[in-house]
């Protein structure tokens, strides 16, 4: 098997940046469809931040033109660049990577919208606090 760790988070001011990073070990993530995904307090997990197996990001509107997602392949980590953070960026950020195949795995960020078959790996998330 294989999983991804996620590190990065911190506590920040409005305003300051954080690079958020997944590393994946037991596989390479250049063949997945990978995607950061956010969960507050009492509110469901939302996708942040999304990029495709052909390269193509795509961000919640909240994030635009703020986050940043990038892949290192040789590296076997995927990035989140956040810039101007604000309060409500406060959540815990959990990474995910998608192959195409049957591995289930129950997500580790919880939606309604989200489940078992949508993504292989899961990360344990990291914590992002964005203090005014």
């Known amino acids: 098997g294989g999983q991804l760790v996620e590190s990065g988070g911190g506590s920040v001011k409005t305003g300051e940046s954080l690079r958020l990073a997944c590393t994946a070990s037991g596989f390479t993530l250049d063949r997945a469809d990978l995607g950061w995904y956010r969960q507050a307090p009492g509110n469901e997990c939302e996708m942040v931040s999304t990029l495709t197996d052909a390269g193509t990001p795509d961000y919640a509107d909240s994030v635009k033109v703020r986050f940043t997602i990038s892949l290192d392949n040789a590296k076997r980590t995927l990035y989140l660049q956040m810039n101007t953070l604000k309060p409500e960026d406060t959540a815990m950020y959990y990474c995910?990577?998608?192959?195409?195949?049957?591995?289930?795995?129950?997500?580790?960020?919880?939606?309604?919208?989200?489940?078992?078959?949508?993504?292989?790996?899961w990360g344990q998330g990291t914590q992002v606090t964005v203090s005014s």
């Open positions: 995910a990577a998608d192959f195409g195949t049957s591995v289930v795995a129950v997500p580790t960020c919880h939606s309604r919208a989200i489940s078992e078959y949508d993504y292989n790996y």
